[in-house]
């Protein structure tokens, strides 16, 4: 039995709350277990100077943690005037996973940025803000739709993430911090509903895994991104019957 009680390939209780930020063009409050992050979709009538006179669109995130999101309080990354390596990182990741389902040409020169900002952090909070600004994107998208400013949603793919790992206990499906921060292998799955692949991250905490411990972990990210294509249809559904 895991920390939590959890079996091996349980998630977390997963929700997602929709139009939480009444201003934004779409928004999501995903919770997964004890990490909350909310996930807005902001629209321009622009693009990037690289992007301009392309006919293309751009679909780009950012991400942030607020001070006490963690047990013990982080500086504002904006008082030491500079992002984190970490924080870098992720908002490229999560950028990437968006942009691999949109169809950007289709979507026109304007651009769409996710803001995820994480309000309680207790593990996977990139897997949650992934899984949560596709909801908010595609909300956003909806609401472009409903304007007649698209024709169709340009949307190519669902997309979630999820993270497994190697405990003591064996392969596990959706760390929160406490086995993420012992796991002596840590893996985030970016998958999408159709079976594919997005983007893998594995590192190896204490000594390399096996070929067969990572198609363990593959197989539990899928068992597990279904669970999270639920909550995401779940959501699209509620808001849009509303």
């Not at 979709?41 to 693009?47: G, L, W």
């Not at 012992?182 to 895994?209: H, R």
């Amino acid at each position: 039995m895991r920390p939590s009680g959890r079996v091996f390939d349980a998630m977390r209780p997963v929700t997602i709350e929709t139009g939480f930020a009444r201003h934004a063009e779409g928004s999501a409050l995903i919770r997964v277990g004890g990490t909350e992050v909310l996930c807005t979709a902001s629209i321009e009538q622009r693009v990037p100077p690289f992007l301009k006179g392309k006919g293309t669109g751009w679909v780009t995130a950012e991400y942030g943690m607020l001070p006490r999101a963690t047990h013990t309080r982080g500086s504002r990354e904006a008082a030491k005037g500079k992002q984190s390596g970490r924080t870098q990182e992720i908002q490229r990741l999560i950028g990437r996973s968006l942009r691999a389902v949109t169809d950007l040409v289709a979507l026109g020169e304007m651009s769409i940025t996710l803001d995820c900002d994480v309000l309680n952090a207790d593990g996977g909070t990139r897997c949650a803000s992934i899984t949560g600004a596709w909801v908010a994107l595609r909300l956003a998208l909806g609401k472009l739709q409903r304007e007649r400013v698209l024709k169709t949603i340009p949307l190519i793919g669902q997309v979630a993430a999820v993270s497994c790992g190697l405990t003591a206990e064996g392969a596990v499906l959706d760390l929160d911090y406490v086995e993420d921060s012992s796991a002596a292998a840590d893996t985030n799955f970016v998958l999408t509903s159709e079976g594919g692949i997005v983007e893998i991250q594995g590192t190896a905490e204490d000594k390399p895994f096996s070929e067969e411990e990572f198609f363990k972990l593959l197989a539990l990210a899928k068992q597990g991104t279904q669970v999270l294509f639920a909550a995401q249809d779940a959501a699209i559904k509620a808001a849009e019957a509303a």
